[in-house]
Nanobody
Framework: QVQLVESGGGLVQAGGSLRLSCAAS????????MGWYRQAPGKQRELVAR???????DYAASVKGRFTISRDNAKNTVYLQMNSLKPEDTAVYYC?????????????WGQGTQVTVSS
C-alpha cells in the first residue's frame, strides 16, 4: 500500500506565494510520473502540473510562468512552488503519482490540501 500526504496549503493574499509538498510512503519500488491537480467548487478536477521520472514537466496554460513543479526522488517527494497567486487559483490541490510496487503499478491520490487566495 502507498500513501501520498500533502502539506503546505493555506490562506494567502493575491500576489503571494505558497509551496506545496507531497510525500509518498509505503511499498514503493519506483515512482513514475507525479503531478498536481486542483478542484475548485463547482468545477471539475484539472491538471495543474506534471513531472516525469526524468523530470520533464508539463503545465496548465493558466499557471505556466507562475508555478514550478519539482521532485526529490531520494525523498519520494514532489513540490509545487506557486508564485503570483490569483484568486482564481483557489481550490483543493491534490497530489497524484504513478507508483510501481512489488505488487504492480497503479495510480494514487493524496487527500488534498486547501489553497485559498484572497483578493
Amino acid at each position: 500500500q502507498v500513501q501520498l500526504v500533502e502539506s503546505g496549503g493555506g490562506l494567502v493574499q493575491a500576489g503571494g506565494s505558497l509551496r506545496l509538498s507531497c510525500a509518498a510512503s509505503g511499498s514503493i519500488f519506483r515512482i513514475n510520473a507525479m503531478g498536481w491537480y486542483r478542484q475548485a467548487p463547482g468545477k471539475q478536477r484539472e491538471l495543474v502540473a506534471r513531472i516525469t521520472s526524468g523530470s520533464d514537466t508539463d503545465y496548465a496554460a493558466s499557471v505556466k510562468g507562475r508555478f514550478t513543479i519539482s521532485r526529490d526522488n531520494a525523498k519520494n517527494t514532489v513540490y509545487l512552488q506557486m508564485n503570483s497567486l490569483k484568486p482564481e487559483d483557489t481550490a483543493v490541490y491534490y497530489c497524484n503519482a504513478d507508483v510501481t510496487s512489488w505488487s504492480g503499478s497503479r495510480n494514487y491520490w493524496g487527500q488534498g490540501t486547501q489553497v485559498t487566495v484572497s483578493s
